[in-house]
């Protein structure tokens, strides 16, 4: 059993912060802080200076503040076999946080059967093997799955889960040098799967702290592949942040990591991601050259030294992102052009894009003035998306919502969209 840091929690709050003032100035989740008072994780040592100066003691100080429960592993993984609540304690209020049914996650990609017990379990394993190894990676496969065929919502906790269950193996079981360098090489495929998954979820305080782990850690390990790819996804992250110039540095940067070894996939990603940061930014330039470094690029063609999270990286993906970036720009009809290619050449495995595509599709003939466009595409879009897990197009889905309900008065398209989302979203 995990014992709880009383004596860390009461430093917290001496000094005048909530565990969500902690977590804001520390730049984590608020969950992060909660684990680390309940005694389920250890600070890692590089947030230790930070935190120290945060609480304004010295860092022997914060040793003792943790040391009560510095060997204690968490006193509870969520059993992944039945619908879960996480329950938060915050001062004698118990907060549901976050309540999801894994079952249902694994019947749509398929699986019948739950996750081991061995890797759910509270009890930590005396020694890990190579088939630990073997199942993490297999489930890894299952959250790209998932997220191409649903969405990230119901995968989120689900690889959060794991990756807790994996660090406590790192700190508390016996392995070899390979299996432990397999154990990191997983939980950094995890870190960047969570930032991924997060951000479709719309959960960007957990994205981007995923996110930063997996570079930091790409970096302590010298695994310029691993830090390549975060930054990839950070760069999608920031994109819609008020200042878009930090997501095209973070496309950039990943180029100059990547430029010696990145295959023509790899290389069409990390252009797109520039392109839309451009986009993003007005600059109509940069994104109109990145766009064409894209296209060079997927030209070439595939290469079996392909990374398997870039499979996405289609000619429909890039299509995609085209119109995103024409809808920054605000040029709606080439928006409109874009995304209908995609939406008459759907790719069926990538079921959570095509309707994200119909949703951009819809809210581009809106923005074009084509009220009648938008309503028809927008109820074309609800049996795609039926059965999805993703709040970004839930966001967009409930965006159209509130934007077409203001002319059904008008527009008998508008008012059959709306009547049809609304009967939806009751049921």
Request: one cysteine or more; proline letters at 4%; a neutral charge.
């Amino acid at each position: 059993m995990a014992s709880k840091r009383k004596r860390l929690a009461q430093r917290r709050k001496i000094v005048g912060h909530t565990q969500e003032s902690l977590a804001h100035k520390l730049e984590v989740d608020r969950t992060t802080v909660v684990r680390w008072e309940r005694g389920e994780t250890e600070p890692q040592p590089w947030f230790r200076q930070r935190l120290a100066a945060a609480l304004d003691v010295s860092l022997t100080e914060l040793e003792d503040l943790i040391s009560d429960a510095v060997h204690a592993v968490p006193d509870k993984i969520p059993p992944v076999a039945s619908g879960v609540t996480v329950e938060i304690d915050e001062g004698g209020a118990t907060l549901d946080r976050r309540r999801f049914t894994v079952n249902t996650a694994l019947a749509a990609l398929g699986i019948a059967a739950p996750l081991p017990d061995w890797l759910t379990s509270p009890d930590v394993p005396a020694r890990i093997g190579s088939d630990h190894l073997r199942m993490i990676t297999a489930i890894i496969d299952r959250f790209e799955q998932g997220d191409a065929a649903i969405g990230g919502d119901l995968f989120c906790d689900m690889a959060i889960t794991v990756h807790a269950q994996i660090c406590s193996w790192l700190r508390h079981s016996a392995y070899s040098r390979t299996v432990g360098d397999g154990l990191q090489n997983a939980v950094g495929d995890l870190e960047a799967w969570i930032g991924w998954l997060a951000l479709d979820a719309e959960r960007r305080d957990v994205s981007r702290r995923y996110l930063h782990e997996a570079i930091l850690r790409a970096r302590v390990r010298d695994d310029p592949r691993l830090e390549v790819r975060a930054m990839a996804s950070l760069a999608l992250l920031l994109v819609r942040e008020p200042d878009p110039h930090e997501s095209r540095q973070c496309a950039e940067a990943a180029h100059r990591i990547a430029a010696s070894w990145a295959t023509p996939r790899l290389a069409t990603l990390l252009h797109l991601r520039t392109a839309r940061a451009c986009a993003a930014a007005g600059d109509v330039s940069g994104f109109s050259s990145a766009l064409a470094r894209a296209r060079t690029e997927m030209d070439r063609g595939s290469s079996e030294e392909d990374p398997s999270y870039i499979r996405f990286v289609t000619p429909l993906e890039l299509t995609g992102i085209e119109g995103l970036s024409h809808l920054a720009l605000g040029r709606p009809d080439r928006a409109v052009s874009a995304f209908r290619r995609i939406v008459d050449t759907p790719d069926p495995t990538y079921r959570r894009n095509h309707g994200y595509y119909t949703l951009k599709l819809a809210d581009a003939y809106h923005r074009r003035g084509d009220i009648s466009g938008a309503s028809e595409t927008a109820l074309a879009a609800l049996p795609l998306t039926d059965g999805l897990r993703s709040r970004r197009v839930t966001e967009i889905f409930r965006t159209l919502r509130t934007e077409l309900g203001a002319h059904v008065s008008r527009v008998s398209r508008a008012a059959e969209f709306t009547a049809a989302y609304d009967r939806a979203v009751r049921s």
